[in-house]
Nanobody
């Protein structure tokens, strides 16, 4: 099993910045893609940013140029740097990791517990 612990959420004024972190621990043989999703009240969960093992990245159109995803493979950690935050970025942000626990097992998808990001106007 893989456990994900997120940190870095909070309350910030519009135009401010936050950095989210998500550390994976437990039985980890290999981590493939890592990503951040978010879910605002009354809305569906959406993919915000993703990063592959080769560090190719992809972003939700509305966050391009403002958010940056990165990963530290030595620490099994993924980050989301969020700049120029806007009230519409307010949501619970979830870490998502695709990982294998052993060399012979398939991959599973793991989710963090979520961290609240609130942007005031």
């Amino acid at each position: 099993q893989v456990q994900l612990v997120e940190s870095g959420g909070g309350l910030v004024q519009a135009g401010g910045s936050l950095r989210l972190s998500c550390a994976a621990s437990g039985s980890i043989f290999r981590i493939n893609a890592m990503a951040w999703y978010r879910q605002a009240p009354g809305k569906q969960r959406e993919l915000v940013a993703a990063i592959t093992t080769g560090e190719s990245t992809d972003y939700l159109d509305s966050v391009k140029g403002r958010f940056a995803i990165s990963r530290d493979n030595a620490k099994n950690t993924v980050y989301l740097e969020m700049n120029s935050l806007q009230p519409e970025d307010t949501a619970v942000y979830y870490c998502n990791v695709v990982a294998a626990s052993t060399w012979f097992s398939g991959t599973n998808v793991y989710w963090g517990q979520g961290t609240q990001v609130t942007v005031s106007s």
